[in-house]
C-alpha cells in the first residue's frame, strides 16, 4: 500500500548548525552480528536473487524543536533519499516511503546526547517491518548511527545531498561491519593501548559492543575480539569484517583520500609487516564523502541475503512507476507576475503523470535562496499561509516526486507579487476552486469542488466554443457527467461578475 507525505501546515525552516567536522563519523562502534558470522563460513547456502531489484521499505522522521524549528529542509531530504537510492542502484536494492513522513517536535530529541535517549526516541516512535531513520541536529554527537534493535539517526549535516552518512548506516542496518572492525579502540577496547602504524599490527584487537549487541542491555559490557586482517588475504574470509574483497583498513577515524588514487594518505603495517594504504573508496570505511562510493560484490550479497533471510517481512512486491515529465508543464495560476493578496495565496500546476507527490519552494529571491516557505505536498495545489511580505515579488518552484523516486526535476515555476488590498480577492477566490480530473476517460464524471462558498458561473465549452455545460454553483462538490462528450479538449470557464478564469481538460476514449 502507498502512502502520501502530508502537508506541513508551516514552512520548515532550518537554522545554522555546527559543522560537520565536530562530529564523529559514525557513533555504531565495531560490531559483527551471529547472523553474519553463520553467513559467512557458508554465504552459498543463502538466497540472494541477483538479477531482482529489492525494495525495502522505509519510515523517515524529521525531529525538531518542541518550538517546530530546526527540521532539516525538505529539498536536502529529498537530495539525500535521492543519494541513498544511487548509492544503492548497483546492489539492486531500493528504498521506498512505506508511511508518509513524520515531523516530531521534541527538544530533547533533537540534541540529544546519548545513543541511549537515541534508543528512547526509536522506541516511542517506530513502524513495524520497516527501516527507521530519524534525522536531528545533533545525533549523540555523531554523523550518524545504527543501533540493530531500533533504528538509524542521522544528524542534519551528514544527511545532505553529497553525503554518505545514510548509506553507510543503512549498511550496518543490513549486517555491514565497518572494514576496520575492532579498531575503535586502537588495539584495546577502552583505548587504552596505544599503536604506530609504522609497527606490525597486533594479530588481534578488541571491542566493545555494549549497547550495539541484538537487545538492548543496560548493565552489561560486552567485549569481543577480532583478528587483524592481514593484506596477504590469508585471513580475509574471518579477519576485521570477514569480506575478502574488502581491503585492510585499521582507520577508525575521519580521513581524506588521496584525489587519483583514492586511498589514504596514512601507510600502515599489517601483521607480517607488509605495508599498505586503506580504500576509500568504500562507503563503509571512514573516508570522506568525496572518496566514497561503492560497496564490494561480497558487501552486497551480504546485504541482499540478509533482507532475504533474516528480515523478509521487509520485502514486498512493489509495483514501481517513476513519474513522467519529459517538458516543464504550465502554471495554471497564478500568471506570471500577476498581484495576488498576500493572505491565502492559491498555487496550481498542471498534473504530472504517475507523480504523488510534490515539493513546493517559495522566495523572495530569483535564486531560490532563504525559501520563505518550503513543503512537501501530495497535490498539484496549495493555499500558502500568510506571506508575511506585502507589496513585494515572489517566486515558486515544484519538483515532482512519488514513493519510490526522489531524485526528480523541477517541473515549473513561476512569480508573482504581494498586494496588501483585496481587489484581486475574487479571482483567487475562483483559481482556489478545484477541477478535477484534468484528463478524463469516457463517461468519467468531472468534479468541480468549491470550497470557499462563492456563487460562480460554470462554462464548458469544446476548442471551437461550443457550449456543452453551463450552470450556476454555490460551495460544495459538483459532479458533471460527460458520457456524450466526444473525445478532445474542452475549457472550463468560471465566472465571479467581471472576474473570470478559464482551465483546460481533455476526454480521451
Given at each position: ?35 553474519l ?97 530519524y ?29 554518505h ?46 549497547y ?47 584525489s ?6 596514512e ?12 580504500d ?28 532475504i ?20 508543464v504550465?502554471?495554471?495560476t ?7 493578496y ?30 520563505v ?55 483567487q ?35 471551437v ?28 470557464t ?16
Open positions: 500500500m502507498k502512502y502520501l507525505f502530508t502537508l506541513l501546515a508551516s514552512c520548515i525552516c532550518l537554522s545554522s548548525f555546527g559543522q560537520k567536522e565536530n562530529l564523529a563519523p559514525c557513533g555504531s562502534p565495531s560490531y559483527k552480528s551471529q547472523w558470522k553463520s553467513y559467512q563460513k557458508s554465504p552459498d547456502n543463502y538466497q540472494k536473487r541477483s538479477g531482482e531489484v529489492l525494495w525495502v521499505p522505509m519510515s523517515v522522521t524529521l525531529v525538531g524543536t518542541n518550538q517546530g524549528l530546526d527540521f532539516i529542509s525538505t529539498p536536502a531530504l529529498m537530495e539525500a533519499l535521492c543519494t541513498l537510492n544511487e548509492d544503492f542502484e548497483e546492489s539492486e536494492i531500493q528504498f521506498y516511503l512505506a508511511t508518509p513522513v513524520k515531523y516530531l517536535k521534541s527538544t530533547e530529541y533533537a540534541d540529544h546526547q546519548s545513543v541511549l535517549k537515541g534508543a528512547e526516541m526509536m522506541f516511542a516512535n517506530n513502524e513495524p517491518n520497516m527501516i527507521n531513520t534525522i536531528m541536529e545533533n545525533a549523540a554527537g555523531n554523523c550518524g548511527y545504527n543501533l540493530p534493535y531500533a533504528g538509524i539517526a542521522l544528524s542534519i549535516n551528514c544527511a545532505q545531498p553529497d553525503d552518512t545514510w548509506s553507510h548506516e543503512v549498511g550496518h542496518n543490513l549486517s555491514l561491519p565497518h572494514p576496520f572492525l575492532g579498531w575503535e579502540g586502537g588495539v584495546s577496547h577502552d583505548n587504552s593501548v596505544s599503536h604506530n602504524f609504522s609497527d606490525p599490527a597486533p594479530e588481534r584487537v578488541t571491542y566493545d559492543y555494549t550495539f549487541q541484538d537487545t538492548l542491555i543496560l548493565d552489561t559490557m560486552i567485549i569481543d575480539t577480532a583478528y587483524v586482517e592481514k593484506i596477504d588475504g590469508s585471513n580475509c574470509d574471518f579477519a576485521a569484517d570477514g569480506f575478502c574483497d574488502t581491503k585492510p583498513d585499521y582507520l577508525a577515524y575521519r580521513w581524506n583520500c588521496n587519483s588514487t583514492l586511498e589514504s594518505s601507510i600502515q603495517t599489517d601483521p607480517n609487516g607488509e605495508t599498505f594504504k586503506s576509500g573508496t568504500l562507503i563503509m570505511s571512514y573516508a570522506s564523502d568525496n572518496c566514497s562510493s561503492r560497496f564490494s560484490p561480497e558487501q552486497i550479497a551480504a546485504m541482499r541475503a540478509n533482507l533471510d533474516e528480515k523478509p517481512n521487509y520485502l514486498g512486491n512493489e509495483n514501481v512507476i517513476d513519474p513522467t515529465s519529459d517538458d516543464e504550465s502554471v495554471i497564478p500568471e506570471y507576475l500577476s498581484e495576488v498576500y493572505k491565502d495565496v492559491y498555487l496550481e500546476w498542471e498534473e504530472v503523470e504517475n507523480a504523488s507527490l510534490y515539493m513546493v519552494q517559495v522566495t523572495r529571491l530569483s535564486n531560490f535562496a532563504g525559501p516557505f518550503d513543503t512537501i505536498i501530495n497535490t498539484n495545489y496549495i493555499t500558502l499561509p500568510e506571506l508575511k511580505f506585502e507589496n513585494h515579488k515572489h517566486y515558486f518552484r515544484v519538483k515532482a516526486f512519488n514513493e519510490y523516486n526522489f531524485c526528480g526535476e523541477y517541473i515549473t515555476n513561476g512569480a508573482f507579487t504581494t498586494t496588501d488590498t483585496e481587489t484581486n480577492v475574487v479571482e477566490s475562483l483559481a482556489s476552486i478545484k477541477i478535477r480530473p484534468t484528463l478524463l476517460t469516457y463517461g468519467e464524471n468531472l468534479n468541480i469542488d468549491n470550497e470557499n462558498g462563492i456563487e460562480v458561473e460554470i462554462i464548458i465549452t469544446d476548442v466554443g461550443k457550449p456543452v455545460y453551463r450552470s450556476y454553483a454555490k460551495g460544495g462538490s459538483q459532479n458533471i457527467s460527460t458520457e456524450n462528450w466526444d473525445s478532445g479538449v474542452y475549457l472550463v468560471l465566472r465571479k461578475g467581471n472576474s473570470t478564469i478559464t482551465r483546460k481538460i481533455a476526454m480521451t476514449k
